[in-house]
């Protein structure tokens, strides 16, 4: 059974290090984060071997879409950013801009919980939102005790 968690571990591992975005993190970093991720989330959501095997795909899948809606956004706010001073309509537009980027990450949490749902208990699905939050708030307080946070 371990070597089963272990194997499903290998293979998302080596699935997801194509979806990270250029950054600071180096790539031992990037794996060991998403080690940690992938131990917590199965171990938090009590994720059998086999619903694991359902799960991590589409959370992968459902990941990379919400990074990309990130990507167009931070886009969008840096193109807002350049002009110094907007005028009511352009004010205007970035709200509703603003609305439908929430609109689609909403939409894209909906499809993808629903697909969950069909697969796995609901109680699981429930705390998904859950241990996402708790996974990040650890995550930044481990990284605020490493001395480079402090630099």
């Excluded at 997801?16 to 998403?34: D, I, N, P, V, Y």
């Excluded at 193109?79 to 609305?99: F, G, I, S, Y």
């Excluded at 990450?105 to 909906?110: G, R, S, V, W």
Aim: one cysteine or more; a positive charge; aromatic letters at 8%.
């Amino acid at each position: 059974m371990k070597m089963k968690i272990l194997i499903l571990i290998a293979i998302i591992l080596g699935s997801t290090g194509a979806l990270w975005a250029q950054g600071k993190l180096s790539e031992e970093k990037r794996k060991e984060f998403e080690a940690q991720k992938v131990a917590y989330y199965t171990q938090e959501l009590e994720l059998t071997p086999e619903e694991a095997a359902v799960f991590w795909p589409l959370y992968n899948e459902m990941m990379k879409k919400i990074r990309e809606q990130d990507i167009k956004l931070r886009e969008l706010q840096c193109e807002t950013h350049k002009t110094k001073k907007l005028t009511e309509a352009q004010e205007k537009q970035w709200v509703m801009n603003l609305l439908e980027y929430e609109q689609k990450m909403l939409n894209i949490k909906k499809e993808y919980y629903q697909r969950l749902l069909n697969v796995m208990p609901a109680r699981k699905v429930a705390r998904l939102d859950r241990t996402e939050r708790k996974f990040h708030r650890q995550l930044l307080q481990k990284m605020c005790k490493e001395p480079e946070c402090r630099k």
